[in-house]
T-cell receptor, first 117, second 114 residues
Framework: NAGVTQTPKFRVLKTGQSMTLLCAQDMNHEYMYWYRQDPGMGLRLIHYSVGEGTTAKGEVPDGYNVSRLKKQNFLLGLESAAPSQTSVYFC????????????????FGAGSRLTVL | EDKVVQSPLSLVVHEGDTVTLNCSYEVTNFRSLLWYKQEKKAPTFLFMLTSSGIEKKSGRLSSILDKKELFSILNITATQTGDSAIYLCAVPKNSGGSNYKLTFGKGTLLTVNP
């Protein structure tokens, strides 16, 4: 019962460095999302994908890129990290559709804590 | 712009107390409201509410929606230390016919002391 797995769990970067966060889900979910969580800000959507090969911008997409080459994987990239990107990043996935088996019932990963110095 | 406002932002109670958490929203074309619980790491789904006045219940937790006044409450009775968590309220953002992007509130941090 792996669910949603994020790697790495922790990472420290220097300003200007690049990195990729990997999210993998084994539930055959159509939709995948990347959120960031900052103190006092709640969860904010960075990018999302409604299917293999498709991605779209969320609320706070600047400074991030994503790719979904395979249905089960969703990658979040930081090309040139900035201190403002210090945050906890959550990947989530869901089925398509509505109701309790639908798109709003998210399964989250355990989070990746990123610190940019 | 869609808004989801939770109150209080934090709350400290003693075991056995009953708590009420609030979530108000302003969303065009409202369809549903969801509650999630976030303990140490990943948020987990609690309830989905779509109709006014119909209580959803799971053990000591219950929730109800008021679509006229645009709010929901989450009640926890006989609180336990294991209820300590951040409780998140979320509403789907309706744009272009889609409803899969959630707008989250800032959350309520509940601390239950023994």
């Amino acid at each position: 019962n792996a669910g949603v797995t994020q790697t790495p769990k922790f990472r420290v970067l220097k300003t200007g460095q690049s990195m990729t966060l990997l999210c993998a889900q084994d539930m055959n979910h159509e939709y995948m999302y990347w959120y960031r969580q900052d103190p006092g800000m709640g969860l904010r959507l960075i990018h999302y994908s409604v299917g293999e090969g498709t991605t779209a911008k969320g609320e706070v997409p600047d400074g991030y890129n994503v790719s979904r080459l395979k249905k089960q994987n969703f990658l979040l990239g930081l090309e040139s990290a900035a201190p403002s990107q210090t945050s906890v990043y959550f990947c989530a996935s869901s089925y398509a559709g509505t109701g309790l088996s639908g798109a709003n019932v998210l399964t989250f990963g355990a989070g990746s804590r990123l610190t940019v110095l | 712009e869609d808004k989801v406002v939770q109150s209080p932002l934090s709350l400290v109670v003693h075991e056995g107390d009953t708590v009420t958490l609030n979530c108000s929203y302003e969303v065009t074309n409202f369809r549903s409201l969801l509650w999630y619980k976030q303990e140490k790491k990943a948020p987990t789904f609690l309830f989905m509410l779509t109709s006014s006045g119909i209580e959803k219940k799971s053990g000591r937790l219950s929730s109800i929606l008021d679509k006229k006044e645009l709010f929901s409450i989450l009640n926890i009775t006989a609180t336990q230390t294991g209820d300590s968590a951040i409780y998140l309220c979320a509403v789907p953002k309706n744009s272009g016919g889609s409803n899969y992007k959630l707008t989250f509130g800032k959350g309520t941090l509940l601390t239950v002391n023994p």
